[in-house]
């Protein structure tokens, strides 16, 4: 599918993002292993989280999905059972990672797979510590890469410092450790999102976080309840650039997650003159969340690096279209995670908003932008990557002559009305 934009005016309106991606997941997941009934407002039915319904449909897990309703039977810890098929994670490397910590601790044989971008996305980080705290696991590049088979395994916890500030590898180790009789205990370099931390405490785990170091006591009882997902940060980043870059606009973004580990990207829009309004802040179910009210403004080039990287990591490929309006050297550095998401993210965003015009300097582990730049029409393509469709669609809006992206249905990923939004928007 191609879309083709063209720039028309301010964006002006109120958006309701889909809910939180990464929630989503956790949700489902820790539903599931809970005891008694979940429910789960606010679900976001793009591709991925459903992937990771249906695995856990085929664990034996009983599950009803309405629209951003669901309704889970959850089958407490020892309740799972051996899938009678391979379980196909699609692309999304969040259910590929958690379900691995689940699977590794189970009595049972599972094999997990994905789509080409899964297959070729390191799964070593997760395997590696799940085999030291006694999972057995088999698969390509003796266990670096899908499909890989998670023999029957006992897990034993233990203490694990990842090398990289990563919430798929933090949560896919305390998933195990939850069935373990023991302690376990994972330090990162910087604080990745912690909503799996959150949630399990929520739901009756005993947890407990000390700077960068989780520490989670096995084979407690988790309790199912009402789960409410605030609207996903990640999603709204894409209206929050546009109308911080279309002269005139404002948008209000209602019950938008604003959990400190992932508003990096609110922070950077704010040093870079954004005028952005967090309005009538509240918690649910430990996860803060408030109204965004975003207005337009003249922004101007930043450096991005260090600690605030885990906090945007999703974002930088629509920061870096953000950028190219900035007056203003941009820099982003120790970014090199991005070589590793859906796509090679630091050479996609270089090499097709080149096909605009524009010029990005890619660097090992960062991008170089020198704004603000005027940006052509032209033919751009997702590389089947939701989070590339939408940044260079942001980018289109301040494009001299229609853009077209080809590949268009990626958002399908995770926001599977953004085109419906994005042009009732522009018509608004
Ligand atoms: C996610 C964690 C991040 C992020 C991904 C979702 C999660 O990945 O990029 O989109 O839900 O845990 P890493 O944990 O690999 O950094």
């Given at each position: 599918m191609q879309v083709t934009i063209s720039a028309q005016g301010p964006l002006q309106g109120t958006v309701q993002v889909p809910g939180d991606k990464s929630i989503s997941h956790r949700a489902a997941i820790l539903g599931a292993l809970a005891e008694g009934e979940t429910t789960i407002e606010g679900f976001l039915p793009g591709d991925d989280c459903l992937a990771t319904v249906t695995c856990l449909r085929q664990l034996g897990v009983p599950i009803i999905v309405d629209g951003q309703t669901v309704q889970i039977q959850g089958v407490g810890l020892t309740g799972l059972r051996e899938p009678e098929d391979v379980l196909n994670c699609g692309n999304s490397g969040t259910t590929a990672r958690l379900l691995l910590g689940v699977l590794a601790a189970q009595p049972f044989s599972a094999v997990l797979t994905g789509d080409a971008s899964l297959r070729q996305r390191p799964m070593g980080r997760v395997t590696e510590p799940l085999r030291s705290f006694g999972a057995h696991i088999v698969g390509r590049q003796q266990g670096q890469l899908l499909p890989l088979t998670c023999l029957p395994g006992t897990i034993r916890g233990g203490c694990y410092r990842s090398p990289v500030a990563s919430a798929q590898v933090k949560s896919a180790l305390l998933l195990a450790g939850l069935f373990s009789s023991g302690m376990t205990q994972v330090s990162e370099p910087y604080l990745s999102r912690d909503h799996t931390e959150r949630l399990l405490a929520c739901l009756g785990a005993d947890i407990s976080v000390q700077g960068t170091t989780v520490t989670l006591q096995g084979s407690a009882r988790l309790r199912g309840r009402l789960l409410q997902v605030p609207g996903d940060l990640s999603a709204a980043a894409y209206f929050l650039v546009a109308a911080s870059i279309v002269p005139g606009s404002e948008l209000l973004l209602p019950n938008?997650?604003?959990?400190p580990s992932r508003t990096g990207l609110l922070t950077v829009l704010q040093a870079m003159g954004g005028k952005l309004q967090l309005l009538n802040r509240r918690e649910i179910n430990g996860e803060p969340r408030a109204d965004l009210l975003v207005r337009s403004a003249p922004l101007r080039g930043v450096e991005i690096s260090g600690a605030l990287i885990p906090k945007l990591i999703d974002e930088l490929p629509v920061l870096a279209a953000a950028a190219l309006f900035a007056g203003g050297k941009t820099i982003i550095r120790d970014?090199?995670?991005?070589?590793?998401?859906?796509?090679?993210r630091l050479a996609a965003v270089a090499e097709e908003f080149s096909k605009l015009g524009a010029v990005i300097t890619p660097t090992a582990d960062g991008l170089i932008i020198d704004g603000p730049q005027q940006l052509q029409g032209g033919t751009v393509d997702s590389r089947g990557d939701h989070r590339m469709a939408m940044s260079l669609a942001v980018a289109a809006l301040r494009a001299a002559a229609p853009v077209t992206i080809t590949?268009?249905?990626?958002?399908?990923?995770?926001?599977?009305h953004f085109w419906e939004t994005l042009q009732s928007l522009q018509r608004s």
């Open positions: 938008v997650g604003i959990n970014a090199q995670e991005l070589r590793v998401k859906e796509t090679d590949g268009a249905e990626a958002v399908a990923i995770s926001y599977p």
